[in-house]
Each structure stands twice: as structure tokens, then as C-alpha cells.
């Protein structure tokens, strides 16, 4: 009789832990006592993270393109057309629907979860069955087995979206980060493990499936928490119609994103569409470092605090403040030295991509901040607008591609500017309507950062001209030397700008203070 009373206390007591974990992963609550530093760690490390994943990424490429063929990595590029194309529908928005929604529960997650793994199982189940067919337009039988291997990469990613939601959610940026960079590590390895033994083609297979399962395996251990059966009524048809609007804002942004390669590949020829593409690839590559970061961790900060219009307010403001401070002068930067970059980048026949460079350098200066309007209508759980949203600007951007497409890549690229400017005011007024945030806001965070950034490429430009017989490098080291300089400075004489320049600096000891032990859910 005792021994069956202490069976029940143990599993009672069992049961009660296990029910403390699960209330714990869903409070939210103790987020809001130090949301800055959170937030603040969570941007460097996600910049760190980003930046081991480059070098991880350009180091696995010096490797491989040792031991594989060109063809080799073609082929897998064939298949990456099709697999691209299906990884927007890789969580059909249900991870942004748990990191957004103020209060959720263990059966609504759950629920989600599941829905994610048969959605990764039905895509997967369409690349094994379109696999003859993507073999048959390309001319290749070998594109059969490889893309029926790689869509084994969905399975795990369903099994994945719901706990690095609940990381996100949670602001658990260091174990998101640490996860990807391990598990990319893990399949750099294998594939040139893979490589050596004469694997070919396949090496590149093997690290795209050992990243999906060693993040999938990395996720479930970070979370321990663990999905009940699905149920009937638990109440997230509203997250699943989030979902869906994000999921279509996606697939719309997707087709405008590619529009302007499509119609300069067509009318304009490889080579057109070849510098077009590595001006903007170029360009985008070092504010796209320091974007993400900071858009990533926002969505989780600002979801936490979406019922505190005033301090809502004030992150947001802070968060295109920092943004802009950052991106502005450097896109200036990039833009006035853009043929010295591109000639010690990528050579003398890729300087005609100076032009288009400098033209698109013109809708980078204002779009990394203007698009943080996105944000605000996901955080606010608006997601309907936000699909308008898309749609609309999609809209305008197509056209513009369409109209500038008659005078060449050039064209586009000035186009494409003129269209980002023309939609601004009204993109920002729709988008803040009804919220907390004002267009008076955007303007007060980015008129600092704007002026700093104008007299700062005035600078430049004066440097860059008495420098014009000196060595690239010299070029671009002097103009960026001068630049900060000058920047700083423009900062510190304008008005409140050197107490911001101090606040700044504060946000450094930040980064290394050590984590409450309440953020470590489970």
C-alpha cells in the first residue's frame, strides 16, 4: 500500500514539474524588465552569429571548389531554383503567428507543430514527385535522386519551426545562434569529409541535409518542451489566418523581388543582368549584416510590449534611430567609393557595375529603415494590412521595373528609386494608422542620421577626388577613415547629438553583461 502511494506522489509530482515547465514557456511576462539589454545582446550576437556563418560559408566554398567541379555545384544550383522557391512556404507564417501573439498555450502550440510537420511532409512529398520533371526540363537525369535527397531538408524544418519560435519568442537569440552556427559547422565537415572520399555532386547534398537535421536536433534539445497530440477547438484559427496573410505577403514580395533579374535577363542579356545582379548583391551585403540582426530581435521586443503604447513608442524609435545611424552613412560610403570597391573586389571587368552600384545605393539610403513598417504591422498582430501592404507596394515596384526596363539595367535601378520615394510618405502613413507609432516619429529617429550622412558624403567626395591617382586601397581606407570621422562630428554638433553618441556607446557593456537566469526557460 505504501509502495503504491509513493508510485502516485512521484508521478503527481512529475506531472506538476512537467506542468511548471509548460506554463513557463509560454510567460512571456519577465521580457519586459529589461527589454533593452535583451535587446541589445540579442543584436550583437546575432551580427557575431551572422558573420561566423560568412566566413563558415565563404570558407566551405574556398574548400569545396577544390575538390567538387563547377558542374558539380550547377547542379545543385538547378535544384535550389525549386527548393527556394518551396522554403516560402517552409512555415506558412506560423513561427512569426507564436513569437507575435501576446498569450498563447501549450495545445496552441502543439496544434501549430503539427500542422508544420504534415505541411513539411507535403512539401517534401512535391519535390519527390516533381523530381522527374525538374530532371526532364533541365536535361539531367542526375537532378532526380538529388532533389528527392534534398527534400528531406522540409521534413526536418517542420519538425524545427515551433521551438525556434519559442527561442524567439523567448529572445534566446545566444542558443538560436549557437545552434545554426553548430550545426553549419557539422555540415561544412561532413560535405568535405564527403568531398575527399569522392562523393561529388553528393557532398553538397550531404551538408544541406546534415544542417536541416543537426538544427532540428539542436532546437529539441535548447527546448525541452514537447508537443501534446493535436486537438479540435484549441482556438488558433486566428494565428493560422496570420499565417496565411504572412505566408502570401511572401510569395507577392517574392515575385516583385525578382522581377527586375527576370525582365533584365530577357530584354537585356546575360551581361546586363550580370553586373546589375553583383552591383546589387555587393551593395546589399554589408547593410543586410547589420539589418537583420536588428529586425529579428525587434519582432520579439515589440511583441512583448505591443499593450504599452508609450514605450512601444520609444523602442521603435530607438530601433530606426540605431538603424539608420548605422546604414546611412555606410550606403554613402559604399556609394562614393563604389568603383574603387568593385575594382580591388572583383576586377576590372566588372566596372561598369559602378553605375548601377551608385543608382541603387540611392533606394539603399532610405529602404533598410522604411521597411521597418513591416514590423510594426506584424508585432501589432495586423498581418491583413500587412498582405495589402505588399500587395500595393509590390505593385509600384513591378511597375517601375516595367517602365525603367526600356533604358537598360540603368533604367530599372533609377526607376526603382524613384518608385521607393514616391510610395514612402503614403507606405508610412498607411502603415501607421491606428497604431502607436506617427510618421512624425520616423522622421524625428532618421533627421539626425540623414544630415550627419549628407555633409558626410560631401566629404567624401572631396577626398575621393584628391585621391584619384592613389591605389584602391588607399582610397577606400582614407575615405573611410575621414568619413566616420566626419560623421561623428556632424553628430556632435547638432542638438542632443552627443548624448545620443553616449548613449550608444552604453549599449557596448551591455553586450557582455551577464544574462539573468530567469531568461533561460526549461
Known amino acids: 500500500m505504501d509502495g503504491t502511494v509513493d508510485i502516485a506522489r512521484r508521478k503527481n509530482a512529475r506531472l506538476c514539474e512537467e506542468r511548471e515547465i509548460i506554463r513557463d514557456f509560454f510567460d512571456t511576462e519577465y521580457l519586459k524588465a529589461d527589454l533593452k539589454e535583451r535587446s541589445v545582446r540579442g543584436g550583437a550576437v546575432t551580427i557575431v552569429a551572422q558573420a561566423a556563418s560568412f566566413f563558415l560559408h565563404m570558407g566551405s566554398t574556398v574548400v569545396l571548389a577544390r575538390l567538387l567541379t563547377p558542374q558539380d555545384f550547377g547542379l545543385i544550383a538547378m535544384v535550389a531554383a525549386v527548393t527556394n522557391f518551396a522554403m516560402m512556404f517552409k512555415d506558412i507564417g506560423l513561427s512569426m503567428a507564436t513569437v507575435q501573439k501576446p498569450d498563447i498555450n501549450h495545445t496552441q502550440v502543439s496544434t501549430l507543430f503539427w500542422i508544420n510537420v504534415a505541411t513539411g511532409m507535403v512539401i517534401a512529398a512535391c519535390l519527390v514527385a516533381l523530381a522527374p520533371a525538374v530532371a526532364s526540363f533541365y536535361g539531367n537525369a542526375r537532378l532526380t535522386p538529388v532533389t528527392m535527397a534534398l527534400a528531406g531538408t522540409f521534413v526536418f524544418g517542420g519538425l524545427t519551426v515551433q521551438h525556434q519560435a519559442l527561442l524567439s519568442r523567448h529572445m534566446r537569440f545566444f542558443s538560436l545562434s549557437l545552434i545554426s552556427i553548430i550545426a553549419m559547422a557539422i555540415g561544412v565537415a561532413a560535405a568535405i569529409v564527403a568531398g575527399i572520399l569522392g562523393a561529388g555532386y553528393w557532398s553538397l547534398v550531404i551538408m544541406y541535409l546534415v ?312
Not at 530577357?266 to 553586373?275: D, H, I, R, S
Open 211 to 522: 544542417i536541416a537535421a543537426g538544427t532540428a536536433l539542436g532546437t529539441w534539445i535548447a527546448v525541452p518542451w514537447r508537443p501534446c497530440l493535436p486537438r479540435n477547438r484549441t482556438g488558433v484559427r486566428e494565428m493560422l489566418g496570420f499565417g496565411g496573410n504572412v505566408t502570401a505577403f511572401n510569395f507577392v514580395n517574392y515575385f516583385a523581388r525578382n522581377m527586375d533579374n527576370i525582365l533584365i535577363g530577357k530584354f537585356c542579356g546575360a551581361g546586363a543582368l550580370g553586373l546589375y545582379s553583383k552591383a546589387y548583391g555587393l551593395l546589399m551585403l554589408p547593410i543586410s549584416q547589420i539589418r537583420r540582426p536588428l529586425t529579428s530581435v525587434a519582432v520579439p521586443a515589440l511583441s512583448r510590449i505591443q499593450d504599452d503604447p508609450k514605450r512601444y513608442t520609444s523602442y521603435y524609435s530607438k530601433l530606426v534611430l540605431v538603424l539608420s545611424f548605422v546604414s546611412m552613412p555606410l550606403t554613402v560610403f559604399l556609394a562614393v567609393c563604389s568603383r574603387s570597391i568593385i575594382h580591388l573586389l572583383l576586377g576590372d571587368q566588372w566596372l561598369e557595375a559602378s553605375g548601377i552600384f551608385q543608382i541603387l545605393a540611392i533606394t539603399a539610403f532610405i529602404q533598410p529603415t522604411w521597411s521597418t513598417v513591416g514590423l510594426v504591422l506584424l508585432s501589432l498582430g495586423q498581418s491583413r494590412r500587412y498582405l495589402r501592404f505588399g500587395l500595393i507596394n509590390s505593385l509600384g515596384v513591378v511597375t517601375s521595373f516595367a517602365v525603367g526596363i526600356r533604358w537598360g539595367a540603368m533604367g530599372v535601378a533609377a526607376a526603382y528609386a524613384v518608385a521607393n520615394y514616391l510610395i514612402l510618405f503614403p507606405s508610412l502613413w498607411y502603415c501607421y494608422r491606428g497604431t502607436p507609432i506617427s510618421i512624425r516619429t520616423f522622421l524625428r529617429a532618421i533627421i539626425r542620421p540623414v544630415i550627419a550622412s549628407v555633409v558626410t558624403v560631401s566629404v567624401i567626395v572631396v577626398a575621393r577626388r584628391l585621391l584619384v591617382s592613389q591605389h584602391d586601397i588607399t582610397v577606400v581606407s582614407v575615405c573611410l577613415g575621414i568619413g566616420i570621422s566626419a560623421y561623428l562630428l556632424v553628430w556632435s554638433l547638432m542638438p542632443g547629438g552627443f548624448q545620443l553618441l553616449r548613449e550608444f556607446a552604453r549599449y557596448v557593456p551591455l553586450i557582455f553583461a551577464k544574462k539573468p537566469r530567469d531568461s533561460e526557460i526549461g
